[in-house]
C-alpha cells in the first residue's frame, strides 16, 4: 500500500511540474498594462493577484482564478460575477458534508459515504462551472482547454473539436483501469491465501503453498502498481494533449508547400576523393 500512494504522489508531482511545458498556456493581457504580457511561469501563483481579480480591480489568469478557488470555494463564481449561484455553491457542497459528518459519528458509514461523495462531486461541478464561465475573446483558450482535460478527460479535445481523440484516451484510461482492477482482484486474493497459509492457529489444506502465495502476491501487486501508473500517464497525456493542441489552433500550413523527388549525379568536389567517379542518387527538396 505503502508503494501505491508513492506511485500517486509522483503521479501528482509530474502533472505539477508539467504545468510549465507551454509557457503561453495561460498567458493573458492586462488591463492595466497591455503593453506587458504576464506569463503563468512567470509566478505560478499569487494570492494578492488572486484576491484583486475577486475585488474586481484587473483581470486574471484562468489557470489563476482555477487554483485560488481551488481553496476559496465559490472564488469563480464570484470573478464571474455570478453571485446568484453562490448559495448553491455553498448549500450543494456543505449540506452533504455535514450530513457525512454527522451519520459517520452515528456508526452509519455506508451513509455518510454517499454524503461526501456528492460533496466531492457538487465541488467538482463547482470548478468545472467557474472555468465554463470564464470570459475570454480568445479561442480556443490553452488554459481552458488544459483545465477541461483535468476536470473531465476527453473535454478538452472535445473543446478543441478534435472528437476523434477521445475515445483512444477514453479507451486507453478504460483499459488501463481493466489491469488495475483484474490485477488488484488476484492481488487481494493471493494475499488472502497467504494469510491463511502462515496462520498457525487454523490448519491450511489448500493447494497453493505459502511460498507461491507470496510470488503471486508480490508479482500481481507491482502489476497493480502498474496499472496505476499507466492511468495517471494517459490521464497526464491528455491533459498535455488539450493544452498543446489548442496553442497550435491557428498554425497553418502553406498551401503551396511541396516535396519535390527527383534523380541526382553527384559529381566529387575535388580530385582527392576517394572515389573521383560520379555517384548516382536521389535529390529530395522541400518547398515552402
Not at 481552458?144 to 479535445?157: K, N, V
Not at 491465501?193 to 503471486?216: R, W
Not at 559529381?267 to 548516382?280: D, G, H, I, R, V
Request: hydrophobic share 40%; net charge neutral; glycine share 8%.
Amino acid at each position: 500500500m505503502k508503494r501505491t500512494v508513492i506511485t500517486i504522489i509522483l503521479l501528482f508531482a509530474a502533472l505539477g511540474a508539467s504545468a510549465q511545458f507551454r509557457s503561453e498556456a495561460f498567458q493573458q493581457q492586462y488591463n492595466d498594462d497591455k503593453a506587458s504580457p504576464k506569463d503563468s511561469v512567470d509566478v505560478l501563483f499569487s494570492f494578492k493577484e488572486y484576491f484583486a481579480g475577486l475585488g474586481h480591480k484587473q483581470e486574471i489568469k484562468i489557470g489563476t482564478m482555477f487554483a485560488g478557488s481551488a481553496l476559496v470555494i465559490g472564488g469563480e463564481q464570484i470573478y464571474n460575477k455570478q453571485y446568484w449561484k453562490l448559495p448553491i455553491v455553498y448549500t450543494g457542497i456543505f449540506a452533504p458534508l455535514g450530513a457525512g459528518i454527522y451519520f459517520n459519528t452515528q456508526g452509519k458509514h455506508d451513509i455518510a459515504k454517499y454524503c461526501f461523495i456528492g460533496a466531492g462531486v457538487a465541488y467538482w461541478g463547482t470548478l468545472l462551472d467557474g472555468v465554463i464561465s470564464y470570459k475570454s475573446d480568445k479561442y480556443p483558450l490553452p488554459g481552458r482547454a488544459t483545465l477541461y482535460s483535468a476536470l473531465l478527460p476527453g473535454l478538452g479535445q472535445a473543446y478543441n473539436g478534435e472528437f476523434w481523440k477521445i475515445p483512444i484516451y477514453i479507451g486507453g484510461l478504460a483499459t488501463a483501469y481493466y489491469f488495475y482492477d483484474t490485477n488488484n482482484i488476484n492481488y487481494q486474493r493471493y494475499r488472502r491465501i497467504y494469510k491463511e497459509a502462515t496462520n498457525k492457529e487454523v490448519p491450511y489444506t489448500g493447494p497453493i503453498t505459502s511460498e507461491q502465495a507470496l510470488y503471486y502476491r508480490d508479482v500481481f501487486r507491482r502489476y497493480r502498481d502498474y496499472s496505476i501508473l499507466a492511468i495517471g500517464l494517459v490521464y497526464l497525456l491528455q491533459v498535455i494533449d488539450a493544452n498543446v493542441f489548442s496553442y497550435m489552433h491557428d498554425f497553418e500550413i502553406a498551401d503551396d508547400m511541396a516535396m519535390d523527388v527527383r534523380p541526382a549525379v553527384i559529381m566529387p568536389e575535388t580530385q582527392l576523393a576517394f572515389n573521383p567517379s560520379p555517384a548516382f542518387g536521389v535529390s529530395v527538396g522541400f518547398k515552402f
